[in-house]
Each structure stands twice: as structure tokens, then as C-alpha cells.
């Protein structure tokens, strides 16, 4: 049962912005969406979340449709150190508290 | 704050052996994870803990298996007898209450049962 859509990879060359996409049509009005990457060798590391209004932070910016039904992770400049597995993860309200559960993510490849 | 604090970073057993894996949330945190990573599954959560007291242990794959808090500034993931299937990456998280709040990931424990 798979709640997140995300592709597999995603190539970017320095500097230039990645769209990162996630569709996560279950989520109902009080489920969040949050971002986590991981860097090779390291845990995953918080990026971003959101409700329902577009939100920025000094790692990234994260666009909600609408809807609700898709996100899109954006990072504004891609750099070498952006190269990681990004997991969009939505908190299910119903759940469960605290089930964070990730799925495949994308592995977001940057080239000089 | 440190963050959170997981050890050892690397052990290597045998097959049948016990293992202890430790982990030290950030302090006021209510939240205490565990996540199991591997190529073939990913990550896995596998148990949580809400104010040291167990809250949903479905992840965990079977009775070799077992996680305890014995307070808020402590946790142990303990494999009894270790497989070379348990080799792994573990990693340990924990967060505030609430859905919006983030969860903070130590290092990971690289696990190798030969």
C-alpha cells in the first residue's frame, strides 16, 4: 500500500535548481508533508514540512498543490552536498503517532 | 545538545552471538526510535517509545528481537542470537510530541554478523 509516488532519481548539474516531486493522494486536510534526506554514510536529516501553504527554509522550499495531493521539494541551487536520497513522508493524523515511515525516496545526483 | 548519541558506530559478531545496540535521545524529547536500514528493504522503523513506555513494536521482524527504555535518557536494541540477516545499518531517533516536529537521526550502528 503504497501512500508516497516518488521517482527513483534525478540528475541536476551544479548550481541549478532540482524539482523534487511526491505524490501522496491519501493524505487528508490535517496530514502533514515532511522532507528528509540522506546523505551517503549518514542518518536521514530533516528538510522541510508543510500543511498546506508553501513553506522556505534556508535548506529549501516546499510547494503543496492545491489539492493537497502532490508536493514538490525544491532546491534552489543544487550543490554537491545536495546529492543524497530525498524521502517525502507524509504524518498521517490517524496514525498511529510518531509512524514515520519512509519509502524509496529519490537519489538526487548533482554534476560539476 | 549533542544530539542523538547511538553506540557503538560498528560491531562486528558472530552468528548466535548476543548483540546490544544504546542509544541517548536529546534530552526532553518524548519520542524515542528505531529504524533498521537495509539495501534490499530500506528503512525500516521497528519499534517506538513514548515516555520510555513501548507504543507500537510491529516493525519488529520477529522474537530475537527486543527493545527496551529503561528511562528517558536511555534505549537498548538487543538481537538474541544475532543471524548474519540482522546485518544492517540501526539507527536511532528521537522527537518532540506533535506532528510537525521533526525527528533527529543519530549515526547509525553498522551491524555485521558473520
Known amino acids: 500500500d503504497a501512500k508516497t509516488t516518488q521517482p527513483n532519481s534525478m540528475e541536476s548539474n551544479e548550481e541549478e535548481p532540482v524539482h523534487l516531486p511526491c505524490n501522496h493522494s491519501t493524505i487528508s486536510g490535517t496530514d502533514y508533508i515532511h522532507w528528509y534526506r540522506q546523505l551517503p554514510s549518514q542518518g536521514p536529516e530533516y528538510v522541510i514540512h508543510g500543511l498546506t501553504s508553501n513553506v522556505n527554509n534556508r535548506m529549501a522550499s516546499l510547494a503543496i498543490a492545491e489539492d493537497r495531493k502532490s508536493s514538490t521539494l525544491i532546491l534552489h541551487r543544487a550543490t554537491l552536498r545536495d546529492a543524497a536520497v530525498y524521502y517525502c513522508i507524509p504524518r498521517f493524523s490517524t496514525d498511529s503517532w510518531g509512524k514515520l515511515q519512509f519509502g524509496a525516496g529519490t537519489q538526487v545526483v548533482v554534476t560539476p | 545538545d549533542a544530539g542523538v548519541i547511538q553506540s557503538p558506530r560498528h560491531e562486528v559478531t558472530e552468528m548466535g552471538q548476543e548483540v546490544t545496540l544504546r542509544c541517548k535521545p536529546i534530552?526532553?524529547?518524548?519520542?524515542l526510535f528505531w529504524y533498521r536500514q537495509t539495501m534490499m528493504r530500506g528503512l525500516e522503523l521497528l519499534i517506538y517509545?513514548?515516555?520510555?513506555?513501548?507504543?507500537?513494536d510491529s516493525g519488529m521482524p520477529e522474537d530475537r528481537f527486543s527493545a527496551k527504555m529503561p528511562n528517558a535518557s536511555f534505549s537498548t536494541l538487543k538481537i538474541q542470537p544475532s543471524e548474519p540477516r540482522d546485518s544492517a545499518v540501526y539507527f536511532c531517533?528521537?522527537?518532540?510530541?506533535?506532528?510537525?516536529?521533526?525527528?533527529?537521526f543519530g549515526s547509525g550502528t553498522q551491524l555485521s554478523v558473520l
Open positions: 531517533a528521537s522527537s518532540k510530541q506533535g506532528l510537525n516536529e521533526k525527528l533527529f
Open positions: 517509545f513514548n515516555n520510555n513506555v513501548p507504543i507500537d
Open positions: 534530552s526532553g524529547h518524548d519520542y
